[in-house]
């Protein structure tokens, strides 16, 4: 079976942090909690340490094998890395020392898992037949499951529901805390492109092309 490791690197701390662009003032907690950060960021605002100037420093801090290849983007969330494996696995590894907290069996994770309230949201994909899992961010224990034709996208949670795209041309909102179907809507074909939620608005956009966007009226 083909293993892959699981990099983490960071900065040697002979490094003096030296601002580069705009200064930045935020000193809120920013966990990297879902495929999307606050407002859609793909960047986070907040970080003052690496930048050009020193990102050359960086060397690895540890590593972790899983059991098969990674391929959605980790979750960073009070202080642990949530990650799924098509090993068959969702995994919760401890951020400063990479070592394994909790494992959960689901199917071939190859989305991101979101982090939101001290749960896991994780998509993973069996024969094109899935669940949406919402496992207990501390333990890995199950809360609720979803089934589904194929949860294709990684969901994005807001205000406590779950958004997320299927194999079978439909978008999803459920209730975050209970996996109740709040309601589905049917697009013009599959939707394996994470949904993104900004100022009141939900968007989809489906393999065929094309962008859905769901609000209050």
């Not at 879902?34 to 100037?53: D, G, I, S, T, Y």
């Not at 991101?112 to 224990?141: E, I, K, M, Q, R």
């Amino acid at each position: 079976m083909k293993h892959l490791r699981i990099l983490v690197l960071i900065l040697c701390a002979c490094f003096v942090s030296v601002t580069w662009g705009q200064p930045l003032t935020s000193k809120a907690y920013t966990p990297w909690a879902q495929f999307h950060r606050a407002n859609m960021q793909r960047f986070n605002p907040c970080e003052k340490v690496l930048n050009v100037h020193n990102v050359e420093g960086l060397s690895l801090k540890w590593s972790y094998t899983t059991g098969g290849g990674v391929v959605g983007a980790a979750a960073v969330a009070n202080g642990v890395v949530y990650v799924g494996s098509n090993d068959h696995n969702q995994y919760a590894l401890n951020a400063s020392t990479g070592a394994p907290l909790w494992s959960y069996a689901t199917g071939d994770v190859g989305t991101s898992p979101t982090v939101a309230n001290g749960v896991v949201y994780v998509s993973p994909y069996s024969d094109w037949y899935s669940n949406l899992y919402a496992l207990n961010a501390s333990t890995g224990a199950e809360l609720w499951s979803y089934s589904d034709r194929g949860f294709l996208s990684s969901p994005a949670v807001a205000n406590g529901v779950v958004y997320i795209g299927s194999w079978d041309h439909k978008v999803y909102a459920l209730n975050a805390k209970t996996g109740k179907k709040l309601w589905s809507y049917t697009t013009g074909s599959s939707v394996d492109s994470s949904p993104a939620v900004a100022n009141g608005v939900v968007y989809f956009s489906p393999s065929n092309g094309g962008v859905y966007a769901f609000g209050l009226k």
